[in-house]
């Protein structure tokens, strides 16, 4: 099997536009984790996409701004709201990388409510802000529904520098293309299509997490191997297709 090369941008496109959005404010925190650790958490037909050996555990923190079907108008009120999601990194039979998410924390109820009815997708209903005081970013995330209520997670960053060039770590762990979720029997590939990422280094200042162990994964033994920051970018996401 040959697997898609990391690309920066990427190369395979899609004729139609199913969902639209911007990401804005992004925190990527991630720890290195042995693949067989991992395995029995993707969905059938996939398996951990690994560099140098190991897969990653992703905490990420962002804004979700004007999610809307299709190329029209972002949905007023809902489809703006704030997410915290725990990922992991996989590829399927054809070679394509994409993430799967163990949990995606929201602060609206309805698109939580739309995603795990139509796409299977963990999310979570929660309490979230985000605090700004100069250069330093707080993140706050508490789950009201469904469990385990009072799941939460407070990371605090500084940004850095802008990246003029990224390592190949820091692309496998942002340039993603798609996502494998399992829904209605069957595992789905969806894929996306967003700009090159802005990148800046970040330092961690603070992070006090449960949300990973509630995603079913062990918590963090030590601090995480790459901490990232970006303003944000526009995405837009073709429609679900089984994996064949």
Same mark, same amino acid.
């Given at each position: 099997?040959?697997?898609?090369?990391?690309?920066?941008?990427?190369?395979?496109?899609?004729?139609?536009?199913?969902?639209?959005?911007?990401?804005?404010?992004?925190?990527?925190?991630?720890?290195?984790?042995?693949?067989?650790?991992?395995?029995?958490?993707?969905?059938?037909?996939?398996?951990?996409?690994?560099?140098?050996?190991?897969?990653?555990?992703?905490?990420?923190?962002?804004?979700?701004?004007?999610?809307?079907?299709?190329?029209?108008?972002?949905?007023?009120?809902?489809?703006?709201?704030?997410?915290?999601?725990?990922?992991?990194?996989?590829?399927?039979?054809?070679?394509?990388?994409?993430?799967?998410?163990?949990?995606?924390?929201?602060?609206?109820?309805?698109?939580?409510?739309?995603?795990?009815?139509?796409?299977?997708?963990?999310?979570?209903?929660?309490?979230?802000?985000?605090?700004?005081?100069?250069?330093?970013?707080?993140?706050?995330?508490?789950?009201?529904?469904?469990? %385990? @209520? !009072?799941?939460?997670?407070?990371?605090?960053?500084?940004? /850095?520098? &802008?990246?003029?060039?990224?390592? *190949?770590?820091?692309?496998?762990?942002?340039?993603?293309?798609?996502?494998?979720?399992?829904?209605?029997?069957?595992?789905?590939?969806?894929?996306?299509?967003?700009?090159?990422?802005?990148?800046?280094?970040?330092?961690?200042?603070?992070?006090?997490?449960?949300?990973?162990?509630?995603?079913?994964?062990?918590? %963090? @033994? !030590?601090?995480?191997?790459?901490?990232?920051?970006?303003? /944000?970018? &526009?995405?837009?996401?073709?429609? *679900?297709?089984?994996?064949?």
């Amino acid at each position: 099997m040959d697997i898609e090369p990391v690309e920066c941008a990427p190369v395979r496109g899609f004729r139609r536009v199913w969902l639209r959005q911007r990401w804005q404010d992004l925190t990527f925190l991630h720890w290195a984790v042995e693949p067989e650790r991992v395995a029995p958490l993707l969905p059938a037909g996939t398996r951990p996409d690994t560099i140098d050996g190991l897969s990653y555990v992703g905490l990420i923190g962002f804004k979700m701004v004007g999610l809307g079907l299709g190329r029209g108008p972002g949905v007023p009120y809902f489809g703006t709201f704030w997410e915290t999601n725990v990922r992991l990194y996989s590829v399927d039979g054809s070679g394509r990388r994409a993430v799967v998410f163990r949990s995606l924390d929201a602060s609206r109820l309805v698109p939580v409510l739309v995603a795990q009815l139509s796409l299977r997708l963990p999310y979570r209903w929660s309490a979230m802000r985000l605090d700004r005081a100069g250069d330093r970013l707080t993140y706050r995330c508490r789950r009201r529904w469904p469990g %385990p @209520a !009072g799941a939460s997670s407070r990371m605090e960053v500084r940004v /850095g520098a &802008p990246i003029a060039d990224p390592t *190949p770590l820091e692309h496998f762990l942002t340039a993603r293309w798609g996502l494998h979720t399992r829904a209605h029997g069957r595992t789905l590939h969806l894929p996306n299509w967003h700009p090159q990422w802005p990148l800046h280094r970040a330092e961690l200042l603070h992070l006090d997490d449960e949300l990973v162990a509630a995603a079913g994964l062990a918590p %963090p @033994a !030590g601090p995480p191997v790459s901490v990232l920051y970006s303003p /944000g970018i &526009p995405v837009v996401f073709g429609g *679900p297709a089984p994996l064949h």
